[in-house]
């Protein structure tokens, strides 16, 4: 039998989570993050293989290596790029008009114009100091692996978020971060044989901030999944 309590609490976790880029000035003790990564460790993978390694940033550390991002992103960005590619170079119809819908959604809730270039530059630019968040977090994989682990690493970094989500925490996925690996290996000891995938930001969300953000629609069910050998649903299933 089912806990409701349970359900509707994890359900709420799940659906109120969201990519955060305003934080509070308010440090998070390295014990809370040691306990976020206690939790997330239990994220299922192949083998158990367990193929994610994390770097936590805070305080004089992480203010230096963001100095070091800021600047040579105003400097020399044209130099510099991930280890592997996100996006396909050519997004299909239906993928594209969602990432343009992001745009607008997001860009409009900060009063930034779909021309104005320097006002959407300026708001890129606010990854590399992590959106002000009291803590970075980067995420390396050893690249001799195969998709397989990309996969676990995302199960893993999913398991961060919620843990983080339910401590009253707030994070956001950077994949940005990843173009500048070069110079996040001038501050820390990434293996060669590693590639950064993305960062995190994590801390106390700005309230305030966040709640003009733009809503961001989710595909319904219907719009994703297909169901085969069930009984046709009853009205009270399809929430009516």
């Known amino acids: 039998m ?5 359900v509707q609490a994890l359900d ?16 998070v003790s390295h014990g809370t993050i040691r306990d976020i990564l206690d939790a997330a460790r239990y994220a299922p993978s192949g083998a158990n293989i367990q193929p994610w390694r994390v770097y936590v940033l805070a305080g004089a550390v992480k203010a230096e290596i963001c100095r070091d991002i800021v600047a ?13 590619t996100y996006y396909a170079p050519s997004l299909p ?15 409009g809730s900060l009063g930034i114009a779909q021309d104005d270039l320097r006002g959407r530059a300026a708001q890129t630019a606010k990854n590399y100091d992590f959106f002000g968040a009291p803590v970075g977090l980067i995420f390396t994989l050893d690249r001799r692996l195969e ?27 950077q994949e940005t971060l990843a ?16 590639v950064v995938v993305c960062g ?10 966040v709640a003009t953000r733009g809503v961001m629609e989710r595909a319904s ?12 649903p009853r009205a009270h299933d399809q929430g009516e």
């Open 93 to 107: 119809d239906l993928y594209q008009s969602r990432k343009q819908a992001f745009g607008r959604i997001f860009y």
């Open 221 to 232: 069910v219907e719009a994703f999944a297909s169901f085969h050998g069930f009984e046709a």
């Open 179 to 194: 173009k500048y690996h070069r110079v996040l290996r001038r501050h820390l000891p990434i293996a060669a044989e590693d």
């Open 12 to 27: 709420g976790v799940m659906k109120g989570r969201f990519a955060t880029r305003f934080y509070i000035d308010r440090p």
């Open 200 to 209: 995190m930001a994590l801390g106390v969300c700005d309230a305030a901030a």
């Open 72 to 84: 040579t992103h105003a400097a020399e960005a044209a130099h510099h790029a991930s280890e592997y």
């Open 2 to 6: 089912a806990n409701l309590d349970l």
């Open 147 to 173: 998709k397989g682990s990309w996969l676990d690493l995302g199960m893993f970094l999913q398991n961060v978020m919620l843990a983080a989500k339910v401590r009253g925490l707030d994070t956001c996925p």
